[in-house]
Nanobody
């Protein structure tokens, strides 16, 4: 079984930065951290979960709202997925989740295409 554990959330002022990490442990048939679709999602109060960024092999994907501000990366040696968030704005406040599409695929921004989730980490941007 693959387990995802997020860390790095917190409170920051607008314009600030935070770095989220997702530690990936365990195993599952067909799971390849280096190649499978791995993503970051967020859920704001009263809103549906939305895709923020994803990576699959050498390909990266970003929501328009975070493009040029957030950077997704993965350390294959450490089995860690990261999300560097810069120039944060109030609207970035949300619970952030790490997700894996084990032996799955499809549109990177759709939560239904992911079958393994972390417990989430809170990011709060406040003046």
């Amino acid at each position: 079984q693959v387990r995802l554990v997020e860390s790095g959330g917190g409170s920051v002022q607008p314009g600030g930065s935070l770095s989220l990490s997702c530690e990936v442990s365990g195993s599952a048939p067909g799971f390849n951290f280096n190649k499978d679709l791995m993503g970051w999602f967020r859920q704001r109060p009263g809103k549906e979960r939305e895709g923020v960024a994803a990576v699959s092999g050498a390909n990266t994907y970003y929501a328009d709202s975070v493009k040029d501000r957030f950077t997704i990366s993965q350390d294959n040696a450490k089995n860690t997925l990261s999300l560097q968030m810069d120039r944060l704005i109030l609207e970035d406040t949300a619970m952030y989740y790490c997700a894996a599409a084990i032996r799955g695929g499809g549109s990177w921004y759709l939560p239904r295409n992911y079958n393994t989730w972390g417990q989430g980490t809170q990011v709060t941007v406040t003046v």
